[in-house]
């Protein structure tokens, strides 16, 4: 479906400021999303939300459906009664300019934990239903998702497929027992679920009363330690006793010689096909409950993946297998009619992945970075864009603006400036101009560009399985960004928001 004419920011709530060692869905993701606002912005787009475990990668979750827990905010739970303005107070921290994971999940399980108690203690009937309400809305993915968390924690995070044989194989009786004995701890996470989706559901009014769309992530595969490949691992190419047999990753290309082995377990397609997808549509389902679009991360996946036996120790042995893609979509669009979808179709797209994602009308993506390394014929460059697109000046997995220019070669340096007709002397503002004048009906920016920051401010480097997506800004980062110039921008490129909603707000 198309897109209207707008621009937006990218960032996760992350990196936020906050008061408990990571961002959260706080006081200050309301004052991001008011910056927004001020700058005639109509798009916040966000990376995953679930559950991470080791590495804290946003595309690495214990869960496809389930919200990450340290998202959830203490202050609104102080509003609702269920912490006290001392307790909180007593492991509040400094904001830093990194998310301090650890810390934070250390000091809010604590806090989550008391209020989870308070609230089953003196839940009244309103919120008994709401919590009953929500377990049922929720129950293809909940009840398996509160289960795989007890039992993660019981084993010390241990692969779900090294626990009691019994647990990993889903044996009935097993099963039983062990929701019997551990019952308060399931009745926690099902608590912390239910607070995640109702702060988030209250941020997304907060943007769309605003006139604000908000842009999800759908990463393509999932973790092989995730409640997803335990509960369903008919779907997925696992053994007998769960162990991985095919991984997915990319091939060898010009970035890297051995090429990236993810280690994702693949789907057994056949299986998802003879079940009518219904595990996909129940994703795509929840992402738009979620969101009011979603980015689809490495969508070239659902026409041909990279096939790679799990003993294999890197990416360069493996084989090309068609997926079909276009029956799976032909399904999402019976199930649930046109959806909003943006197709992440970067890296080597073939005539294939092109027809694919062209058939449903799919906007792919624009990465202005890429765009100087060749000549004039080169997708990336402006001039050859189709309305149909939405424009970046790079993504979570690119450089700043400002670090990329820094590191490039003089040749791309040169092409550049020849094109934007400049010194490079702001070239994080050059190629957001360059981006907003563009025919892409969506701009979106990471806040490092508005920001003009350098390459220690990045953050992911693809291959490096340290030191990631901890990047965070400061209150007073956020308040310096030239608004004013924004909105210029903007309004320049016709890319307002619509003012009738905003002026009821």
């Not at 239903?129 to 398996?144: N, S, V």
């Not at 912390?192 to 988030?200: G, K, L, T």
């Not at 769960?242 to 290309?253: C, I």
Request: charged share 25%.
């Amino acid at each position: 479906m198309r897109f209207p004419r707008s621009c937006g920011t990218l960032v996760h709530p992350t990196s936020f400021p906050s008061r408990y060692a990571m961002g959260d869905f706080g006081e200050e993701a309301r004052t991001f999303l008011d910056f927004l606002v001020d700058t005639d912005q109509t798009v916040w787009q966000v990376l995953p939300l679930g559950p991470t475990g080791y590495g804290n990668s946003p595309y690495a979750s214990y869960s496809a459906f389930a919200g990450n827990p340290y998202l959830v905010s203490p202050d609104i739970l102080v509003d609702k009664g269920l912490l006290e303005k001392e307790e909180v107070e007593e492991v509040q921290q400094p904001s830093k300019s990194v998310a301090e994971y650890e810390k934070a999940f250390d000091l809010k399980q604590n806090l989550f934990e008391r209020a989870a108690r308070r609230f089953y203690k003196h839940a009244d009937q309103q919120q008994q239903r709401r919590m009953e309400a929500f377990k049922q809305e929720h129950q293809h993915w909940l009840d398996d998702f509160t289960l795989f968390m007890t039992c993660l924690e019981q084993y010390d995070f241990a692969l779900w497929n090294e626990w009691d044989p019994d647990l990993a194989q889903r044996k009935s009786e097993s099963l039983r027992e062990f929701s019997d004995k551990f019952s308060d701890r399931i009745d926690y996470h099902y608590w912390v679920q239910f607070e995640f989706f109702n702060q988030w559901n209250d941020l997304r009014s907060y943007a769309n009363e605003r006139g604000i769309r908000v842009v999800g992530d759908i990463p393509i595969f999932v973790d092989h330690n995730s409640a997803d490949v335990w509960a369903n691992s008919q779907y997925f190419e696992v053994d007998e006793q769960g162990k991985r047999t095919k991984v997915a990753g990319v091939p060898p290309d010009y970035f890297s010689e051995t090429g990236q082995l993810w280690g994702n377990p693949l789907y057994r397609w056949d299986n998802l096909q003879a079940d009518h997808f219904s595990w996909w549509i129940q994703r795509f389902e929840q992402m738009f409950k979620m969101y009011d679009a979603i980015r689809v991360d490495h969508f070239r996946g659902f026409e041909a993946y990279w096939e790679i036996d799990a003993d294999e120790e890197t990416a360069v042995n493996g084989e090309w297998i068609k997926a079909p893609g276009e029956k799976l979509f032909d399904t999402v669009h019976e199930e649930l009619g046109e959806v909003p979808i943006i197709a992440e179709d970067l890296g080597v797209m073939t005539p294939e992945v092109e027809a694919l994602r062209d058939k449903y009308n799919l906007p792919g993506m624009k990465i202005l970075q890429f765009a100087f390394n060749s000549d004039s014929a080169n997708d990336f460059l402006p001039h050859n864009y189709h309305p149909n697109s939405v424009v970046y000046t790079g993504t979570h997995d690119n450089d700043t603006t400002l670090g990329w220019y820094e590191s490039a070669p003089e040749q791309e340096k040169d092409f550049l400036r020849r094109y934007v007709r400049s010194d490079g002397s702001s070239v994080n503002w050059e190629l957001i101009r360059l981006g907003m004048l563009s025919v892409a009906d969506q701009a979106i920016f990471p806040l490092q560009d508005f920001m003009n920051l350098g390459n220690e401010h990045r953050m992911n480097l693809p291959g490096e399985a340290e030191g990631n997506w901890l990047w965070r800004y400061t209150a007073d980062q956020l308040n310096q960004v030239d608004k004013e110039h924004i909105k210029k921008l903007v309004n320049l490129s016709n890319r307002q928001p619509d003012n009738e909603v905003r002026r009821d707000h």
